[in-house]
């Protein structure tokens, strides 16, 4: 089967409810003196599309820094497939299947789209597969194929995003963590994106998912964490949240 | 065309060897962010182990040991291999835990990093040139090309050496994972570690190829020379840097580009110019202050890369463990104690220094805690510029030599042998020439402080190091004024109404006198608005300019008040030596009254004083230990030695908590004493 | 959209904005990040502009202090035209701010740091300086008594003012950051996020601390993630979005607007 190389099927041992294939536990990180995060608690379960949202500074983006492995834990614990990563280095996740798109895309604009990819698979061994997945890549993302060889740094906005989309499925994640992936796109390109991330989730990819345009996470999302100054203030299942409840949290007023 | 000819070919046997060692600046700038000043030394090294290794005998530590006499293809290969590890192995313990810090401290790190190096390669191989072995390809007649143009053997093999390693290098970098690993590093280390890239190890491979390019310059331009010592890293170590600075530092064809035009701008330079080849070195150096002035990038390289590390120059250290914390704890809490009472503590010194220098019976030793007060007061000036305002100056030397140079000028070249007037007949102005000699050297701080100030952080170090070997370049050069290398002979000491200050013990206590004038000075304008401004403009420059500080100005001042204390000291400095030679101005100088500070304490009144103390007083006692008797510069790889240990575990320095006060003496209402409220006042 | 007359017109009784932007442009290489926006900030009020991620609002505010230079557009600061101007000139001229992130100086102590903010009040020569002269010694001793007062408006306590100002706590590094700049006697002075990492009670106090300047007489502009907080404290409120004006008025108005709403939420596709 050929999609076989981009997906990771999770299936729990029979019998027993599904366990959580990233679970965070009591996670703070601080920035020098100054505490972003206070005890964030966390389940993703695989083959899931959940959701962080809140307003800037609820220290979203910290919470997925910290499960890819970019800053420092102050305290908490990272549990991943079953495996304690908390003290694992960043390029170490991503070998064990944890591929971070990250917010403002970072494509590596010097270099071309397939250089962009080829680093995508950086931690696997096995590049024969290689041409396979980007074949594959090509087909959710017809226009990179034809931007093979162009520098990534001139692609456009949405391009980028689908770029950094396709490098991080490079390294064929069981769990993709996307920050933001619509900031600054323009409307159709923000529709094609959020239906690329389905479509991933389709594949059989968990998603962690950090995204602005909230009532479009809350209808996406299984699972809905609420932030607000580094504590999770409110969850729910993408389809009992209250979008009044949330807009509250956004708009300031107590609902 | 003849000579052109020859000239163009000449330059390219050079140019090919700078292209190769400021591929290895290049590299590692690219991936990290850092100039390694040790790429010139690592230079020197690739040198010493081809020779060392093709010959059948090399003295080592002053004893004969065989050697395997490998022809010299193995030899070199080995010797890149070797140099690359040690390339590695010097990232690893000095650079690295230095990653976070602020800019400053790996660039001290590496230039310290430079002197133990260069210390060491003294003490294994000696201080006499090594000679490079004759082996059979340097036997061929020469190529003639044109008829006219003679290139050796050699010459075409260093260009095709050149050549072959800059294509492999660029197939390296664009075809392989691990090139392409480094480019992605070099864009953006947070989205490299994203993809799974282990950046650490990517910036170790950086540093390993960087290495043995530098290994491969060396030992080609030691193959070309004829010989390898201890001190020919030094500069082409420059000229490389400079080569990669032309090109736009981070770009490797800027780097080979750099390195070529640099290579025939020397060669025609010195071809064409009167005197030329005297002047080369500052052809060199103009073309770097000229660039850099009006492209900072270099010529293939982005604008971006000028930018600075706001935040101190210091911090980001690794904790300290065990017994040293606990110890410098207690010197940290007297010192504090005593930071408190400003003047008590100054009088205290002034009255420690006068009993010294009362009770201290031999002149010998007056003499040396003479040096210790000159070299304070020097370090205090470097203090000004470096510690306080937190631009690295690499040209302080200069400010020294124009004051120095200014007073000796004046009373030999002129008086003496110009007018015939005895020096005891104008005794006075040497009192004249002390403030005379400030301004000038303050004029001319001002002077080379302009165009730098567009730069920051590696950048404007490199440029007043720029600056720094012109001054040296044109001293040695401009026999008319200078009187050249030979420097100036016969300079009176001091005297006051015709009474020459001939006891040692008099010599010391002025000096002390001076010193006591220059802390004044320095505290007075520390210890205001002024001081204030340019420890803002170090902590956060962008913040300062938003609290109204016109930033470019008071950087301005920072020179000029460095380069007042240069110019002072260097008049009575003058007259204390009663010679002076450009060797008395060099960089390694410059570097030595850095490590001074960074000893003592950056930004601390005492720090350059209590830098001096150790430092010179350690000179003269290690000197009785018969192995550094032997090998004196081992002191050096000591210094640079504590530096980096420092630098990694205590970047203040040792008197760190002698922090200095930045209001006013006197300004500040004391407990008790007040006698008018605090506040309400500035409501009305 | 919310029409602006009302207040408008209660500027102008008041004698024009203290602020304004007119048409104001700015891009970096080929992205437009603010697109021609309109800005006016009435004497005496409190300001507020807000807006999602990536809206514009940190670089309106380097724009007005000179950091960045616009592309196009007027910008006035108390009648004087200021694009173009450097930042150091800019603040002399009466404007003062605060970071995001809290930028005081790193090794210096509360009162120093405070003191820099003065700058512009201190006038003697080096010769004066070195001599200690009278009138360099009054002008630091009425600058530090200044700095004492501002740093008990800002509620800090004077066994404070010798600490170095990197160790306290961030709330009271935020109190510094603003003191620092009430020290250059500013006549609008403003705040960029200046609740980021606050707890609830600092929160209040902070306000409390904005509404006490503006008593002193000095407008604010203030850019505020915190909606609460905003509606309470503003007398106006800016909407950016996509480096445009999408909205401008009366706070409860504004944050009531569906467009806002749908700007900070999204929309439903």
Redo the contacts between chains.
């Keep these: 089967m050929s999609a076989a190389g981009l997906t990771t099927h999770h299936t729990a041992p029979t019998g027993l409810p599904v366990s959580p294939l990233l679970s965070v536990r009591n996670l703070a990180v601080a920035y020098g003196r100054i505490r972003a995060l206070h005890g964030i608690d966390l389940d993703v379960e695989p083959g899931r599309i959940v959701s962080l949202v809140g307003s800037n500074g609820a220290g979203k983006s910290t919470t997925l820094m910290a499960v890819s492995g970019i800053l420092p834990l102050a305290v908490g614990s990272i549990t991943f497939a079953g495996e304690d990563i908390t003290k694992l280095a960043p390029e170490a996740r991503v070998g064990r299947g944890i591929a971070h798109v990250p917010e403002r895309r970072r494509v590596f604009g010097g270099m071309s789209v397939r250089e962009n990819l080829v680093l995508g698979a950086y931690s696997r061994a096995d590049a024969t597969d290689m041409e396979a997945d980007i074949a594959e890549l090509t087909q959710l993302f017809p226009i990179l194929g034809k931007r093979m060889s162009q520098a990534a740094g001139t692609l456009s906005g949405g391009e980028q995003q689908m770029l950094a989309i396709a490098r991080g499925l490079m390294s064929r994640p069981s769990l993709l963590i996307m920050d933001e992936p619509t900031m600054g796109l323009a409307p159709q390109m923000i529709d094609l994106i959020l239906d690329t991330v389905q479509a991933i989730r389709a594949r059989g990819t968990t998603i962690l998912l950090v995204e602005q345009n909230a009532v479009e996470a809350m209808r996406l999302s299984d699972h809905v964490y609420v932030m607000r100054l580094g504590r999770i203030v409110h969850q729910d299942s993408g389809s009992n949240i209250d979008p009044d409840r949330v807009k509250a949290f956004y708009m300031g007023v107590e609902a | 065309m003849d000579y052109f000819g020859q000239l163009l070919a000449n330059g390219l046997v050079l140019g090919a060897i700078y292209a190769l060692a400021a591929v290895a600046f290049t590299l590692v700038y690219g991936v990290v962010r850092l100039v390694n000043f040790a790429f010139g030394e690592l230079f020197m090294i690739g040198a010493f182990l081809t020779t060392s290794l093709m010959l059948d005998e090399v003295s080592l530590f002053g004893t004969p040991v065989p050697m395997p006499g490998l022809s010299f293809p193995l030899a070199a290969l080995l010797a890149i291999v070797l140099t690359a590890g040690l390339g590695v192995v010097v990232d690893r313990i000095a650079y690295r835990p230095l990653r976070k810090a602020p800019r400053l401290a790996p660039l001290i790190t590496s230039i310290a990093v430079s002197v133990v190096l260069q210390s060491l390669a003294q003490t294994i191989w000696g201080a006499e040139e090594l000679r490079f072995p004759e082996f059979s390809l340097a036997a061929y007649p020469p190529v003639v090309l044109f008829g006219s143009i003679y290139l050796s053997v050699m010459d075409l093999v260093v260009m095709a050496a050149a050549l072959l390693a800059m294509i492999g290098l660029t197939l390296f970098v664009s075809r392989s994972s691990l090139g392409r690993a480094m480019r992605a590093s070099a864009e953006d280390q947070t989205a490299a570690l994203l993809v799974g890239i282990p950046v650490d190890r990517v910036v170790g491979a950086a540093f390993a190829i960087g290495s043995g390019f530098a290994a491969l310059a060396g030992l080609l331009y030691a193959q070309t020379y004829g010989f390898a010592h201890a001190t020919m890293g030094f500069l082409p170590g420059l000229k490389a840097l400079t080569a990669a600075v032309l090109g736009g530092i981070g770009s490797t064809p800027g780097a080979a580009l750099g390195g070529v035009v640099l290579g025939l701008v020397e060669a025609l330079g010195s071809g064409y110019l009167p005197n030329g080849s005297a002047w080369k070195d500052a052809i060199s150096f103009v073309l770097l202050v000229g660039l850099l002035y009006v492209r900072p990038q270099g010529l293939l390289g982005r604008p971006e890369l000028n930018s600075a590390g706001r935040g101190s120059l210091l911090g980001g250290a690794v904790e300290m463990q065990g017994w040293l914390r606990g110890l410098f704890g207690r010197f940290d809490h007297a010192l504090e104690k005593s930071a408190g009472h400003g003047g008590k503590v100054a009088l205290a010194a002034l009255a420690a220094a006068l009993v010294i220098g009362a009770l201290v019976p031999s002149d010998y030793w007056l003499r040396i805690l003479t040096t210790v007060v000159i070299y304070g007061m020097l370090a205090s000036g470097l203090n000004v510029i470096v510690g306080f305002a937190g631009l690295l100056d690499l040209g302080f030397v200069a400010f020294w030599a124009v004051g120095s140079y200014l007073t000796s000028i004046l009373f030999v070249l002129v008086l003496k042998d110009g007018f015939g007037i005895a020096p005891q007949e104008m005794w006075w102005l040497f009192y004249l020439n002390l403030p005379l000699g400030g301004l000038l050297a303050a004029g001319f701080a001002v002077l080379l402080g302009t165009p730098t100030l567009r730069l920051r952080g590696d950048y404007l170090a490199i440029m007043t190091l720029g600056f720094g070997e012109i001054v040296r370049v044109v001293a040695i050069n401009w026999v008319g004024l200078t009187n050249g290398p030979m420097g100036i002979r016969g300079i009176p000491l001091p005297e006051i109404f015709g009474i020459p200050l001939a006891s040692p013990r008099v010599l010391f206590f002025f000096a002390v006198a001076l010193a006591g004038v220059v802390l004044f000075l320095v505290a007075r304008l520390v210890r205001s608005y002024v001081g204030r401004a340019w420890v803002a403009i170090r902590e956060d420059e962008e913040a300062a300019e938003a609290m109204g500080v016109p930033t470019a100005r008071y950087k301005l001042y920072a020179y000029a008040t460095s380069g007042f204390v240069g110019g002072f000291v260097g008049v009575f400095y003058a007259h204390y030596q009663q010679y002076i030679s450009p060797l008395n101005f060099s960089l390694f100088e410059n570097i030595i009254l850095l490590m001074l500070i960074v000893l003592g304490g950056l930004g601390t009144f005492i720090g350059p004083f209590i830098g001096a103390v150790i430092w010179i007083v350690f000179l003269q006692l290690a000197i009785d230990i018969p192995f550094v008797q032997a090998h004196p510069e081992t002191r050096f790889a000591l210094l640079g030695v504590i530096l980096i240990a420092l630098m990694l575990f205590r970047p203040q320095g040792l008197a760190a908590s002698a922090r200095v006060d930045l209001t006013m003496r006197g300004a500040r209402a004391k407990e008790g004493a007040s006698d008018e409220p605090l506040g309400r006042r500035a409501q009305a | 959209m919310i029409t602006r007359t009302a207040s408008a017109a209660r500027a102008v009784a008041v004698g024009g904005p203290i602020l304004a932007a007119e048409g104001l442009r700015v891009r970096f290489g080929g992205l437009e990040a603010i697109g021609g926006l309109d800005l006016a900030v009435a004497r005496g009020a409190i300001h507020g502009l807000i807006g999602?991620?990536?809206a514009g609002k940190t670089t309106v505010l380097n724009a007005l202090?000179g950091?960045v230079r616009p592309s196009a557009g007027r910008l006035t600061f108390d009648g004087v035209e200021t694009a173009g101007k450097?930042?150091?000139?800019i603040?002399?001229l009466g404007l003062?701010?605060t970071?995001q992130n809290i930028?005081?100086?790193?090794?210096?102590?509360v009162?120093?740091s405070v003191?820099?903010?003065?700058?512009?009040r201190?006038h003697?020569g080096?010769l004066a300086?070195?001599?200690?002269a009278r009138k360099?010694?009054e002008a630091?001793?009425?600058a530090?008594?200044?700095a004492?007062?501002?740093l008990?408006f800002v509620g800090l306590g004077?066994e404070v003012a010798a600490r170095v100002a990197t160790t306290l706590?961030?709330g009271h590094q935020r109190r510094v950051e603003i003191a620092?700049?009430l020290m250059?006697r500013p006549k609008l002075l403003l705040l960029d996020?200046p609740l980021?990492?606050m707890?609830a009670v600092e929160k209040v106090e902070i306000a409390d601390l904005v509404r006490q300047v503006r008593e002193r007489g000095i407008s604010v502009l203030l850019i505020e993630?915190?909606?609460?907080?905003?509606?309470a404290l503003c007398d106006r409120l800016t909407v950016l979005e996509y480096g445009k004006r999408l909205a401008d008025g009366d706070p409860e108005a504004v944050?009531a607007d569906p467009a806002v709403?749908a700007a900070?939420?999204?929309?439903?596709?």
Aim: charged share 25%.
């Design positions: 999602p991620n990536g202090t950091f450097g930042v150091a000139e603040a002399s003062a701010r970071f930028r005081l100086f790193g090794a210096m102590t009162l120093e003191l820099v903010g003065a700058h512009r201190f003697a080096p300086l070195v001599f200690g360099a010694r630091e001793r009425a530090i008594a200044e004492a007062e501002l008990d004077p706590s961030y620092r700049a250059s996020e980021a990492g707890n993630h915190d909606m609460a907080v905003m509606r944050l709403q900070y939420l999204g929309r439903a596709r």
